[in-house]
């Protein structure tokens, strides 16, 4: 009864380094979604996908790309970290139909120097 | 720009008493307003939504009130608890364009016992 899983939990990079956040879910659900939280500002949309091999943009995309390979797994990289990117990122799933809410995982916690 | 902006930034209530947060949004095609509920090292978890066509809806203790023609709605907690405090998030999304989410700043709501 795992839900969504992010992994890691938590990583320390410097600027310039690179890495990929993993979220895995279990719920057999079409969309996925990559959000950052950062004080005073919410969550907000990094890039979304409606299905197995589809992304998009969402608000923030910019130093970040995505790979949905799995229908399970939506992938997040930072090819070339920058201190602008330390948060908090959520990634959350749902399903297709209407009325369809968004589950998402604990968070990964990611500070670069 | 921020679609959807949401007040207080922060609440403080006494055990029993009413919490109200407030939400205004923009974009007339939204078409799903959510709740979610966020605790220290969690994701947000849904509290609670309503679709346009009400002006009300109610869950135990939780009430989401709904105008529409003033793009305006809000989250009313009843008899509130200690086990209430937490950061609430209003959001928003329009079915037909992967059912983003737009996120209000958050409310860091605590109540006294």
């Known amino acids: 009864n795992a839900g969504v899983t992010q992994t890691p939990k938590f990583r320390v990079l410097k600027t310039g380094q690179s890495m990929t956040l993993l979220c895995a879910q279990d719920?057999?659900?079409?969309?996925m979604y990559w959000y950052r939280q950062d004080p005073g500002m919410g969550l907000r949309l990094i890039h979304y996908s409606v299905g197995e091999g589809t992304t998009a943009k969402g608000e923030v995309p910019d130093g970040y790309n995505v790979s949905r390979l799995k229908k399970q797994n939506f992938l997040l990289g930072l090819e070339s970290a920058a201190p602008s990117q330390t948060s908090v990122y959520f990634c959350?799933?749902?399903?297709?139909?209407?009325?369809?809410?968004?589950?998402f995982g604990d968070g990964t916690r990611l500070s670069i120097l | 720009q921020q679609q959807v902006k949401q007040s207080p930034q922060s609440l403080i209530v006494q055990k029993g008493g009413i919490s109200i947060i407030n939400c205004a949004y923009e974009n007339t095609a939204f078409d799903y307003f959510p709740w979610y509920q966020q605790f220290p090292g969690k994701g947000p978890a849904l509290l609670i939504a309503?679709?346009?066509?009400?002006s009300e809806k109610k869950e135990g203790r939780f009430t989401i009130s709904f105008n529409k023609s003033a793009k305006q709605f809000s989250l009313h907690i009843m008899d509130s608890q200690p086990g209430d405090s937490a950061t609430y998030f209003c959001a928003a999304s329009q079915e037909t364009s992967g059912s983003r989410l737009t996120f209000g700043e958050g409310t860091q709501l605590t109540v006294n016992p």
């Open positions: 959350a799933s749902r399903g297709a139909l209407s009325n369809q809410p968004q589950h």
């Open positions: 309503i679709r346009p066509d009400v």
């Open positions: 719920m057999n659900h079409e969309y």
